[in-house]
């Protein structure tokens, strides 16, 4: 009784897998295959080449774009980390009005789509001649996701940094940022690897600032490179495959790897900025 | 840590030090998100009173203008239905789904936690690439559903082009690739409920679906909430995929209220009114944030 219930949901459990890993199986076939193979995309190729990979990463240029993707998602996330940190700290300890209000600003923030306020930031990074530098890139990722963070960190620190910490470190004023890295820092240790993993997959994967700021080829990351490479291939999806599967590949590997991690981690931020 | 939560215990009888308020230890994070997100929304509210064309120096005042154009104009209202169907039908999708796999594998089989990791994989790929991806499916030349369908003895089908079936695409795409974050919670939900409530609900002579529904949804409804919240949220502000899949189309079709914005000031040069629509979107967006929040939160309560 108990093993047939246990085969039945373990069938099941394949099914449900087979279904789920369709879109992944046809990119990997499709990207097999070579040019004008027009045979059924759920086929294996007859010959496995990697020729498309290959001749995807130089057509799409794809080593500059994922020295801009690698830039951009590593300052973000530092920059993240660093100054969400430090700012979660008087608004979890702190319960004084002005702080109130400004964490409840921040949740706010985390609820709007950044798409809206889009019209007038592209006119002011291209008034500050950013358009087209990683440096607009990253200060809008970095804005984007700092509610996020700093509401991750705040509730990290309430739950499970203790308050007599503050009082032996005297954090009174002279010295206070070096105190604050130097003794708080270390141990929020957990969720920083938490909004690390977050920052990393949601900036790697960034489209809606990139296609805005980062048009240029010598700037954009791999989504836009993805987007236009796509564009010029419609009628060889076998290149746009490889690219494909080139771009994601970091983030899977990483994934795979630190799996424990990614889930507990992206699970607890999921909302999205 | 412990040495310093052990030196301090020594200084609790002892007049605590008055703190210091540290308010500026948030300036530079509230200053990026001043900058970069809270100015050019307000910029924005100023900008739907005129008819500022995007890149030009000059625009005219326009008064509420945008804003009857934007209650007149039918596309707004295709382009609302659309995004309350990605935001409240994926919502539904992905919690039916999520707790669906989540019971599968509460229970004791094997494969576990290779299932889960198939199932979690989609939500680290890119919104964008995955738009890609089924596209080789959808596609009407050679895509892998046609060839199913063609075994089936059913003709090919350009599901793509079909004004009907792109926003159900994309709300099944949406599903597919974020239903491993609402399983993730609901398990921990699941884990989280003790063993011997069941077993006293046996004992009681309970059988059936009746425990799922006196222990399991009361104890889970605070991992609903999140998750009604949290994909109500994802799925109103839908972006990446239709930009990947329909581009908005056929026609505006499968148009979200954010591609429709991209459209507007992109395509249309029309940054007054695409501002406008943004405005309206916010304001859509929170309402039924809030509103899904607090209706949760209230049944959480009721139920416990």
Redesign the interface.
């Known amino acids: 009784m108990k093993t047939a219930?246990?085969r039945i949901?373990?069938l099941?459990?394949?099914v449900?897998?087979c279904i789920?890993?369709?879109?992944?199986y046809?990119?990997l076939t499709?990207s097999l295959k070579a040019k004008g193979d027009?045979s059924?995309?759920?086929s294996l190729p007859s010959a496995f080449s990697f020729q498309n990979f290959r001749e995807a990463w130089e057509r799409a240029s794809l080593g500059q774009s994922f020295l801009n993707t690698i830039i951009i998602t590593a300052v973000s996330a530092a920059?993240l980390i660093f100054?969400?940190s430090?700012?979660?700290?008087?608004?979890a300890?702190?319960n004084?009005k002005?702080?109130k209000i400004?964490f409840g600003?921040?949740i706010?923030?985390?609820?709007?789509?950044?798409?809206?306020?889009?019209?007038?930031?592209?006119?002011?990074v291209a008034d500050a001649g950013l358009i087209n530098t990683h440096a607009a890139a990253i200060?809008?990722n970095?804005?984007?996701y700092?509610?996020l963070t700093?509401f991750l960190y705040s509730g990290f620190i309430r739950s499970s940094i203790?308050k007599?910490?503050?009082?032996?470190?005297?954090?009174?004023?002279a010295g206070?940022i070096r105190t604050?890295y130097t003794?708080v820092f270390p141990?929020l240790k957990p969720i920083t690897a938490t909004v690390c993993i977050i920052s990393c997959?949601f900036i790697?994967?960034d489209?809606?600032f990139a296609i805005f700021f980062l048009q240029d080829q010598k700037v954009q990351t791999?989504?836009v490179a993805?987007?236009g490479f796509?564009g010029e291939n419609a009628n060889n999806?076998h290149l746009?495959?490889a690219a494909?599967i080139m771009?994601?590949l970091p983030?899977?590997v990483l994934?795979?790897a630190l799996?424990k991690y990614?889930?507990s981690g992206?699970?607890s931020g999921?909302?999205?900025g | 840590m412990s040495d310093l939560a052990r030196e301090t215990q020594g200084f609790q009888h002892q007049k605590p030090v008055k703190s210091a308020s540290l308010w500026w230890m948030y300036v530079p994070a509230l200053a990026t998100v001043f900058i970069f997100m809270i100015f050019p929304f307000v910029k924005g509210a100023f900008i739907t009173f005129t008819n500022w064309n995007g890149f030009s120096q000059t625009y005219q005042w326009v008064g509420v203008t945008q804003y009857k154009r934007l209650f007149t104009d039918p596309d707004t209202w295709l382009v609302v239905k659309n995004t309350l169907l990605y935001g409240i039908g994926s919502t539904f999708f992905q919690n039916m789904l999520g707790l669906l796999y989540a019971l599968l594998l509460n229970q004791s089989l094997k494969m576990k936690a290779l299932t889960r990791t198939i199932v979690y994989l989609p939500v680290i790929i890119s919104p964008l690439i995955m738009g890609y991806i089924w596209y080789f499916i959808f596609s009407y030349d050679g895509g892998a559903l046609n060839d199913v369908l063609g075994a089936l003895g059913i003709g090919p089908v350009n599901a793509l082009a079909s004004p009907a079936a792109n926003p159900w695409i994309i709300v099944m795409i949406n599903t597919y690739q974020y239903a491993g974050i609402a399983m993730i919670v609901y398990l921990a939900g699941l884990q989280s409920i003790p063993k011997d409530y069941y077993e006293a609900a046996k004992m009681d002579g309970a059988g059936g679906l009746q425990p799922f529904f006196t222990i399991t949804l009361p104890l889970l409804m605070p991992a609903v909430t999140i998750n009604m919240v949290i994909n109500i949220i994802g799925g109103l502000k839908l972006f990446d995929v239709i930009f990947a899949l329909t581009a908005g189309g056929p026609g505006n079709s499968s148009q979200s209220m954010s591609t429709f914005m991209y459209d507007l000031y992109f395509k249309r040069q029309d940054a007054g009114y695409a501002a406008a629509q943004g405005v309206f979107m916010s304001v859509i967006i929170l309402v039924i944030s809030f509103s899904a929040l607090v209706y949760f939160k209230r049944k959480e309560t009721e139920m416990s």
Request: glycine fraction near 2%; charged fraction near 10%; aromatic fraction near 12%.
């Open positions: 219930r246990m949901f373990t099941l459990a394949a449900i897998s789920h890993i369709v879109p992944f046809i990119l499709t027009y059924s995309k759920w920059l100054m969400g430090l700012a979660a700290y008087p608004l300890r702190r004084t002005l702080n400004v600003l921040l706010s923030i985390m609820i709007i789509p950044p798409l809206t306020s889009m019209v007038p930031l592209y006119k002011m200060l809008i970095t804005a984007a700092m509610p700093v203790p007599e910490l503050e009082e032996a470190a005297r954090m009174d004023g206070l604050f003794i141990l997959v790697w994967n489209y809606q791999l989504t993805m987007a796509f999806l746009v495959a494909a771009a994601m983030m899977v994934f795979l799996q990614f889930i992206l699970s999921a909302v999205k």
